[in-house]
């Protein structure tokens, strides 16, 4: 996990957990980034995350944690 932001873990539209990733176009690596996020979320009990990307978007349902992937301009500008 790239970042832990307690408090922002009992705020709906702030995220907690950060995952920062070049790409996740290829499935291992997007596995990888996804197993990371899910078991931070378990630790923490929080249920959405942030994936920091160059330039994709995704929205992505694990049970009930919801983790969507941004491009970093997006990111950087709110």
Same mark, same amino acid.
């Given at each position: 996990? @790239?970042?832990v932001i307690?408090?922002?873990f009992q705020k @709906? /539209? +702030?995220f907690? &957990? *950060?995952q920062v990733?070049? =790409?996740m176009e290829d499935e291992k690596t997007r =596995?990888? +980034? *996804? /197993?990371? &996020?899910v078991k931070a979320c378990e630790e923490f009990k929080v249920?959405?995350?942030l994936i920091i990307t160059r330039d994709q978007w995704e929205d992505i349902e694990v049970g009930d944690i =919801? &983790?969507?992937a941004i491009p970093f301009i997006q990111w950087v500008i709110g």
């Amino acid at each position: 996990m @790239d970042f832990v932001i307690p408090q922002n873990f009992q705020k @709906d /539209n +702030e995220f907690g &957990i *950060v995952q920062v990733c070049y =790409r996740m176009e290829d499935e291992k690596t997007r =596995r990888s +980034e *996804v /197993n990371a &996020i899910v078991k931070a979320c378990e630790e923490f009990k929080v249920n959405q995350a942030l994936i920091i990307t160059r330039d994709q978007w995704e929205d992505i349902e694990v049970g009930d944690i =919801r &983790i969507k992937a941004i491009p970093f301009i997006q990111w950087v500008i709110g």
